[in-house]
């Protein structure tokens, strides 16, 4: 019978990840393709021009890092997640080195929600937490607008009740 409350206990203490919305894979899927796209056509132009178009065939790589840049972008984006506790923030993020962040309510100083204006066009913000050490800085990029405001004020009303930054 205690085996099945530790696993019930364990099971609540697992932290409930919440992904990246979509909408920051197709912005950066995009920016991959205009500028290697231009790249490819630029490249092109030129080897043609000065070296012929034997060599002008050796613009179509910048393609092949395209594709390649493609399934990286996408496996980046399924690797950022986050999640709220009761006392901290998870944010844990990288495929090949894994960085998992964990900051603690009562650390935060300062809760930024900014976005450029290419963010701006896809309808994404990201939030920025700052501590007192530099080091736990962390990001969350590419949110929706509604979330990252309602994550910035939820996180800025716990730091607030933890006393100890905000």
């Known amino acids: 019978m ?28 995009l920016l991959l393709v205009v500028w290697l796209g231009l790249l490819t056509v630029v490249l092109g132009v030129l080897l043609n021009l000065f070296a012929g178009p034997a060599w002008a065939a050796f613009a179509l790589l910048p393609l092949a890092l395209i594709a390649w840049g493609w399934v990286l972008l996408g496996r980046n984006w399924r690797s950022w997640r986050y999640a709220e506790r009761a006392d901290d923030l998870l944010i844990s993020r ?10 603690p309510y009562g650390r935060m100083q300062l809760v930024e929600v900014t976005s450029g204006p290419v963010e701006r ?15 736990t800085d962390a990001t969350i990029p590419g949110l929706v607008p509604a979330e990252a405001e309602r994550l910035r004020d939820r996180l800025t009303e716990l730091g607030e009740a933890r006393s100890a930054g905000l």
Request: hydrophobic share 45%; net charge negative.
């Open 2 to 29: 205690e085996t099945g409350t530790a696993t019930q206990d364990d099971a609540a203490r697992e932290p409930v990840w919440t992904g990246l919305p979509p909408g920051l894979l197709k912005m950066r899927r």
């Open 94 to 103: 990288g495929v090949l080195w894994h960085h998992e962040t964990i900051v």
């Open 121 to 135: 066009h896809f309808g994404l913000a990201s939030v920025q937490l700052h501590t007192a050490a530099a080091a």
